[in-house]
C-alpha cells in the first residue's frame, strides 16, 4: 500500500498514537479501546459520550480515557476518527512521521526486536518470537498463522510457542516485493537486509505496519544507528549465516542477530571487546519506549556515579547489572555494578583477610581501582540493612574495617594488625575487633 | 577433623533437604535443614555419584569451609568431615568414582580432597579466585576443568603441578557445567562459550548469548539417549534460556523464560527481578529446578515449556541447589547472597538522589 495521504496522512488514533490502513478501523479501534465502558462494556462513540454514559448510567465517574498515553487522556476532547483532533497535535505527527519516513529510508529496519522482544514481558519467553513480532506487523495481510498483527502477547507465558514456527517459514514467501536475501535471511530481516536496497523495500514494509508501528518505531533509533553502518551490517549479516553454519543454528545466530542487535554488535566481535552496543543507551531519541531507553538511560546515571568509578568494562553502565529496567515497572534486585555477586563479596576485606598474595597486583578482579571509591561508601551501608535483612552474615560483620583495603593485591600485609589502611573509619559502630571473625576457625 | 567443630546448630547458612521441622519464612517448606551448616553463606552444593553407596552432600561456603554430610535415607544428616580452604570456597564437585572431591576458593587454588584418608592437597592454581571447577572423565583422559576470574580455564592432571592445557577466556568465568562431551562456560559480559571435550578440550563454539543480563549460573541438560544436547543459563534479571546446540529449528526450540520475580501477573506495582543463582536438572526426569535470590526454588519442564512448581518464598536467597544421583532428593541451600546490598544502601543513603532521578524519568516519559 502506498502512502495515500487521507487527511494529510493515514489514519492514526489521537489517544494511543497507533496507525490504522483507514478511518473506519480506526473508528472501530477508538470504540472498542477507547470509549468501552468499563463496568457495562458498551461501546460509546465519543470520549464525552462516555464520561456521560457512565455518569448516568452507573453514576460514576471516569476522568481520562482509558488505554490511553499520558498526555492524551483528556475525557473532554471530542474526538472522532480523525475528526476532533487538536491541530497542533497534528502537526506534532506529521513531523514525526516525516522523520520515520526517513530513518526507513536508511533502512533501519533491523532488529528492533530487542525491545520488541523486551516490550512483549508476557510472551516474553521465546526470545525468537520477537524476530517473529515485526514479521507479523509489516504484513497483516498476510496470513501469519497464530500472529495476530503487533500482537505478541497472545498466550505466550511458558507453554505457547506454537505461533513461532510457522511464522518462520511462512515469512520468505510472503514477501513476494524483497529481493532474494529473504530466504536465506531468517525472520524481519528482510527491510534489514542493509544489502537490499531500502528504497524498494521501504513502501511495501510501511503499508502493512499500522498495528506494528509504534513497537518496532521505538528502536528504529536503535536500529539506526547499526543500519548507520551499511557496510559493517553488511558483512555481518552476511557472513552470519555464512558462518558457522555447519551448525545447524545457522538460522541461530543470523536470528539473534537481530533480535539482540546490541548483543549483535557486541557478540559478534566475540573475540575483542565485549561492549554493549551505545546505541541502546545512549540512544536519546524516540519517546515510544520511553520507558525503556530513558529509564535506561536516566537510571543509568545517577548509579552511573558510582559503577563507572568501579570497572573496567565501564561501558557497563548502559547495560548490564545496572538497573536497567524501568522503575515504573520492574527493578533488578542486584546490585548497580556489573560484577558478579560473588566478584563483589568477594572484595571485602573480611574475605580477603587469608588469601595468600604474591604481589600479584591485579588478578582478575576488574575492581582494583573501584575498590577503594566503592568500598568506602559501600561498606558502612552494607552493615546496616544486612543484618535486618537477613540476619545472614553479620555473624562476623562487625568486624569490617571498611574503605582502605585498596586492591586486592595487598591483602596480606594489611590483614594481621588490622587494617591500618583504613583511613576513612567511619563511625558505623564497626569496631575494631577485627580479629573475631578469625577467632571462628 | 571429622567432625565441624565450632558450630552446631544453624548458622548463617541453612542447608535444606527433606522432611520436617520449624518455622515459617526460614523453613516453609518444612524441609529437613542438615544439622552443622556452615558459618557463612553457602556458594555450592553437590551429591555424590551413584557409583558410590548412599548420599553424601558436599557444600562449600564463604567460610572458607567444605563439609560433608551423609544424607540418610530416612532424612537425617549426619555431618562427616570438613576441609579448609584460606579463602572463600566457591565451587565443588565431586570425582567419578565418588572418592575424591575437588574443591575451588577464592584463595585462587583448588584442592582434591580424598574422602578416604581425609586429606587434601592442592591441584590447581590460578592468577585469580577459581569460580568452577569440574571433573572430566573422557575415555582417553581424565581431568579437572577450573574456570576462573583470572580469564583463563585451564585442565589439570591431579598428579602435576602444570595444567595439561590452558584455554584463554574472553572475560571471567561466572559459570560453568560439564557432561562429556561437552562443556559450556558462561563468562561475564554475557559471553557464552562451547568446548567439546574429545580428544581434547578445545573450544567449540562462541555463541551469541540468548540472555541480555549478566550470565550467573548455567547447567547442561542431556537428550532420550542420554547426551547432552543443551543447555540452561540463567542470568540475573530472573531469566533462564534454553538454548540447544545444533536444533533442527532453533527459532523454535530455543527460549527463554522468565522466573523469580515478584508480583506475577499484577501490574500495578513495579515488579522486582531476582537473579537466578543456580539451576539443577534432574538425573532422571529431565526437569529443571530454578533457585533465585527471591528466596525461592522452582521446578519447571523445558520440554512441556511449563512450569512444575514453586516453593514457599524463604526469609534469605536460596544460594545454591542440587539433585542427588536419583533424583530423589532436592537439596538448597539458603543463605544471603549480597543482592540486595547496594539496593538497600541505595535506598537509605540516596533517597534525595531517588527523587530526582524519578522525576527525571516522569519528565521524559511524559
Request: aromatic content about 6%.
Amino acid at each position: 500500500m502506498g502512502r495515500k495521504k487521507k487527511k494529510q496522512m493515514k489514519p492514526w488514533c489521537w489517544y494511543c498514537n497507533r496507525d490504522f490502513d483507514d478511518e473506519k478501523i480506526l473508528i472501530q479501534h477508538q470504540k472498542a479501546k477507547h470509549f468501552k465502558c468499563h463496568i457495562c462494556h458498551k461501546k460509546l462513540y465519543t470520549g464525552p459520550g462516555l464520561a456521560i454514559h457512565c455518569m448516568q448510567v452507573h453514576k460514576e465517574t471516569i476522568d481520562g480515557v482509558p488505554n490511553a498515553i499520558p498526555g492524551r487522556t483528556d475525557i473532554e476532547l471530542e474526538i472522532y476518527g480523525m475528526e476532533g483532533i487538536p491541530e497542533k497535535d497534528m502537526e506534532e505527527r506529521r513531523r514525526v512521521l516525516e522523520q520515520k519516513t526517513q530513518e526507513s529510508q536508511k533502512k533501519k529496519q533491523n532488529q528492533d526486536d530487542s525491545d520488541e522482544y523486551d516490550e512483549d514481558e508476557e510472551p516474553g519467553p521465546s526470545f525468537q518470537q520477537p524476530a517473529a513480532q515485526p514479521q507479523a506487523g509489516y504484513m497483516p495481510p498476510m496470513t501469519q498463522p497464530g500472529m495476530p498483527p503487533g500482537s505478541s502477547a497472545p498466550g505466550m507465558p511458558p507453554g505457547s510457542y506454537s505461533g513461532m514456527p510457522p511464522m518462520m517459514p511462512g515469512v520468505p514467501p510472503m514477501m513476494p516485493g524483497m529481493p532474494p536475501v529473504i530466504p536465506g535471511m531468517p525472520p524481519g530481516m528482510m527491510p534489514m537486509g542493509g544489502m537490499m536496497p531500502p528504497g524498494p523495500g521501504m513502501p511495501p514494509m510501511m503499508p502493512g505496519m499500522p498495528p506494528g508501528i509504534p513497537p518496532p518505531v521505538g528502536h528504529r533509533p536503535g536500529m539506526a544507528h547499526m543500519a548507520q553502518a551499511p557496510p559493517a551490517a553488511g558483512p555481518n549479516m552476511l557472513t552470519r549465516p555464512a558462518m558457522p553454519a555447519a551448525t545447524a543454528p545457522s538460522a541461530q545466530p543470523a536470528v539473534t542477530k537481530p533480535l539482540f542487535p546490541s548483543a549483535g554488535q557486541s557478540q559478534q566481535t566475540v573475540s575483542g571487546s565485549p561492549h554493549p552496543t551505545p546505541s541502546t543507551s545512549s540512544d536519546p531519541s524516540k519517546p515510544t519506549f520511553p520507558a525503556y531507553t530513558q529509564a535506561t538511560a536516566s537510571v543509568a546515571s545517577p548509579s552511573a556515579g558510582s559503577s563507572t568509578v568501579s570497572k573496567p568494562p565501564s561501558t557497563v553502565t548502559s547495560k548490564p547489572a545496572t538497573l536497567t529496567t524501568s522503575s515504573a515497572t520492574s527493578k533488578l534486585i542486584h546490585p548497580d555494578e556489573d560484577i558478579s555477586l560473588e566478584e563483589l563479596r568477594a572484595q571485602l576485606p573480611r574475605y580477603q583477610r587469608n588469601i595468600p598474595r604474591q604481589g600479584q597486583a591485579t588478578v582478575s578482579a576488574p575492581p582494583v581501582g573501584p575498590l577503594g571509591g566503592m568500598m568506602a561508601p559501600q561498606q558502612p551501608g552494607m552493615r546496616h540493612p544486612v543484618p535486618g535483612q537477613y540476619g545472614g552474615p553479620p555473624q562476623g560483620m562487625p568486624g569490617y574495617m571498611p574503605g582502605g583495603m585498596p586492591p586486592y593485591g595487598q591483602g596480606p600485609p594489611m590483614v594481621p594488625p588490622g587494617y591500618q589502611g583504613a583511613p576513612p573509619r567511619p563511625p558505623m559502630g564497626m569496631r575494631p575487633p577485627v580479629m573475631s571473625p578469625g577467632s571462628r576457625y | 577433623m571429622s567432625l565441624f567443630g565450632t558450630s552446631a546448630g544453624f548458622g548463617t547458612g541453612g542447608t535444606g533437604v527433606f522432611g520436617s521441622t520449624t518455622t515459617d519464612s526460614h523453613n516453609p517448606m518444612k524441609d529437613v535443614e542438615v544439622t552443622s551448616p556452615p558459618d557463612d553463606s553457602i556458594s555450592c552444593l553437590a551429591f555424590s555419584p551413584p557409583t558410590m553407596p548412599g548420599n553424601f552432600l558436599i557444600g562449600g561456603s564463604w567460610a572458607n569451609d567444605v563439609r560433608c554430610w551423609e544424607v540418610q535415607d530416612n532424612g537425617q544428616t549426619v555431618p562427616k568431615a570438613q576441609q579448609m580452604h584460606t579463602g572463600p570456597v566457591l565451587d565443588v564437585c565431586w570425582s567419578d568414582d565418588g572418592s575424591k572431591v575437588f574443591t575451588a576458593s577464592c584463595d585462587k587454588t583448588a584442592k582434591m580432597w580424598d574422602l578416604n584418608s581425609n586429606q587434601a592437597m592442592q591441584i590447581a592454581q590460578h592468577d585469580g579466585p577459581i569460580k568452577s571447577i569440574h571433573w572430566i572423565k573422557a575415555p582417553n583422559y581424565s581431568c579437572i576443568m577450573t574456570g576462573s576470574w583470572d580469564k583463563t580455564l585451564k585442565f589439570w592432571d591431579t598428579r602435576s603441578p602444570n595444567p595439561m592445557m590452558s584455554l584463554q577466556m574472553p572475560e571471567r568465568c561466572y559459570c560453568a557445567d560439564v557432561v562429556y562431551p561437552m562443556a559450556v562456560v558462561a563468562t561475564a559480559e554475557r559471553g557464552l562459550i562451547v568446548y567439546q571435550l574429545e580428544n581434547q578440550p578445545s573450544e567449540f563454539r562462541r555463541i551469541d548469548s540468548p540472555l541480555k543480563h549478566q550470565h550467573r549460573c548455567v547447567a547442561i541438560f542431556k537428550d532420550k539417549q542420554n547426551k547432552p544436547t543443551g543447555f540452561a543459563l540463567g542470568s540475573i534479571e530472573g531469566r533462564v534460556a534454553i538454548h540447544y546446540i545444533n536444533p533442527p529449528n532453533p527459532a523454535k526450540d530455543n527460549f527463554t523464560f522468565k522466573c523469580h520475580r515478584s508480583n506475577g501477573t499484577n501490574t500495578a506495582t513495579p515488579q522486582d527481578i531476582y537473579a537466578v543463582n543456580a539451576i539443577s536438572f534432574h538425573p532422571v526426569h529431565g526437569t529443571l529446578a530454578t533457585v533465585g535470590s527471591d528466596g525461592r526454588f522452582s521446578f519447571w519442564d523445558k520440554d512441556a515449556r511449563t512450569k512444575l512448581k514453586t516453593s514457599e518464598q524463604l526469609d534469605q536467597p536460596i544460594t545454591a541447589c542440587c539433585f542427588n544421583n536419583n533424583g530423589n532428593i532436592f537439596a538448597y541451600a539458603s543463605s544471603y547472597d549480597w543482592s540486595k546490598v547496594r539496593v538497600r544502601l541505595y535506598s537509605l543513603l540516596c533517597a534525595e538522589r531517588d527523587k530526582n532521578t524519578l522525576s527525571e524519568i516522569n519528565k521524559t516519559t511524559s
